[in-house]
Every structure is written in structure tokens, then in C-alpha cells.
């Protein structure tokens, strides 16, 4: 089964700094990867998504990933952090085998300070 | 409008209550997902859909129930409500390989 890992729970940044909120993935075959954010008392909206081809992916909101296969990871990053950025923040990996479902990480909140 | 809906998106009921979450989709996606979300266990799949008909159990379906007589809506059921399943509730349609995924804005169900 397809599964992916985020390591932290929590991330803490200061406004204007670069971030990394981390992303491990273990499937057979090629990921299918993706990343979302969920705002107080909303719902997930799409970041970006991997499936093929370069391995730095850019997405909403000037948030890219990179993709490296050798090290199984998806982290996702942005070169200079906002307040408006923290949030809930989940990787998922599409499960091809199984109606294409989605199965996620555990999430890792994001705090930026100013 | 088009887009993908949930009602209602607050929901208080007793234990031993059956109660039904809608999900409507306007995109006709072939595949619909009921998704739980719980404090320190992300999201979990109850249920999926991969056509009008066709439902498969997800990772946590016990005391659910879903159809799908139309491609557009994907209910969810749960027969005799518990404590447990106390949760928000997200809902989410998807066309097929390579395509994205699109949620509802959840239904926070509360059991008391």
C-alpha cells in the first residue's frame, strides 16, 4: 500500500524566511504525489501535484516542491514565508490501485510569525 | 454554480440517530471519496466511489453506509450514530488518472 509520512507536526517560521514543511513517501511504482493546505474552519484546497516530468514543481500561492526519488521525499517550499501562510499543511499519494483514493499524511501546521 | 457541495455543514445529533450527509458534484468526475477528519489522524477514507453503482469500503467504514444511484451525488449515511464519529466529515470528486482532487468545505458533525 501507498503511504506517505510528514515527520513534523508542527513548523515554526519568521515572516520573510524560506520554508520546508517535509514530506516522506513510500509506494511501488511512480507517485502519484500531492500537496494541500486547510485553513481555520475551511476546506483543503489544492497546492500543486507531482505525476511526471520535472521535479520542481511550482504551485498556488508561490509554493513549490521537489520531487527526488532517490531520498523518497516530497518536501514542499517557498522562498519567503507570510503570515497569511500558516495553515494545515497535508502531502497525500494517490493509491492507483484502490478507485484512486487519496491517502494522507498526518499534517503538519505551519506557524509564521511576524 | 458548479463546484462540489456538502450539506449541511454543521450538523448536532443524538447517539443512536440516523443522520445523512450530502455531497453534490457538477463536473460529472467518475470518482467521489467520503473522507473523515480527526485531531492527530489526518484524513481517512470511510468510503469511494468509482462510478454511478460502484462503492468500495475505505480504510474506516464500520457504522457507515454510502450509494450512488447518480453520478452527481454521494451520500453517507450513518445508520445509528456513536460518539465516535464525532468528526468533520470532507467529501471530494476527482476525474480519473492524473487529474486532481476537489473537496467540499466538510460537514462538522457533532454526536452527542
Known amino acids: 500500500a501507498q503511504s506517505v509520512a510528514q515527520p513534523e507536526d508542527q513548523v515554526n517560521v519568521a515572516e520573510g524566511n524560506p520554508l520546508t514543511v517535509k514530506c516522506t513517501y513510500s509506494v511501488s511504482g511512480n507517485p502519484y504525489l500531492f500537496w494541500y493546505v486547510q485553513y481555520p474552519n475551511r476546506g483543503l484546497q489544492f497546492l500543486l501535484k507531482y505525476i511526471t516530468g520535472d521535479n520542481l514543481v511550482k504551485g498556488s500561492y508561490g509554493f513549490e516542491a521537489e520531487f527526488n526519488k532517490s531520498q523518497t521525499s516530497f518536501h514542499l517550499k517557498k522562498p519567503s514565508a507570510l503570515v497569511s501562510d500558516s495553515a494545515l499543511y497535508f502531502c497525500?499519494?494517490?493509491?492507483?490501485?484502490?478507485?484512486?483514493?487519496?491517502?494522507f499524511g498526518a499534517g503538519t501546521i505551519l506557524r509564521v510569525k511576524s | 454554480d458548479a463546484g462540489i457541495t456538502q450539506s449541511p455543514r454543521y450538523k448536532i445529533t443524538e447517539t443512536g440517530r440516523q443522520v445523512t450527509l450530502m455531497c453534490h458534484q457538477t463536473w460529472s468526475h467518475s470518482y467521489m471519496f467520503w473522507y473523515r477528519q480527526d485531531l492527530g489522524h489526518g484524513l481517512r477514507l470511510i468510503y469511494y466511489s468509482a462510478a454511478a453503482d460502484i462503492t468500495d469500503k475505505g480504510e474506516v467504514p464500520d457504522g457507515y453506509v454510502v450509494s450512488r444511484s447518480k453520478t452527481e451525488n454521494f451520500p453517507l449515511t450513518l445508520e445509528s450514530a456513536t460518539r465516535s464519529q464525532t468528526s468533520v466529515y470532507f467529501c471530494?470528486?476527482?476525474?480519473?488518472?492524473?487529474?486532481?482532487?476537489?473537496f467540499g468545505s466538510g460537514t462538522r458533525l457533532t454526536v452527542v
Open positions: 497525500a499519494v494517490r493509491e492507483k490501485e484502490y478507485g484512486n483514493k487519496l491517502v
Open positions: 471530494a470528486s476527482s476525474g480519473g488518472t492524473g487529474s486532481g482532487y476537489t
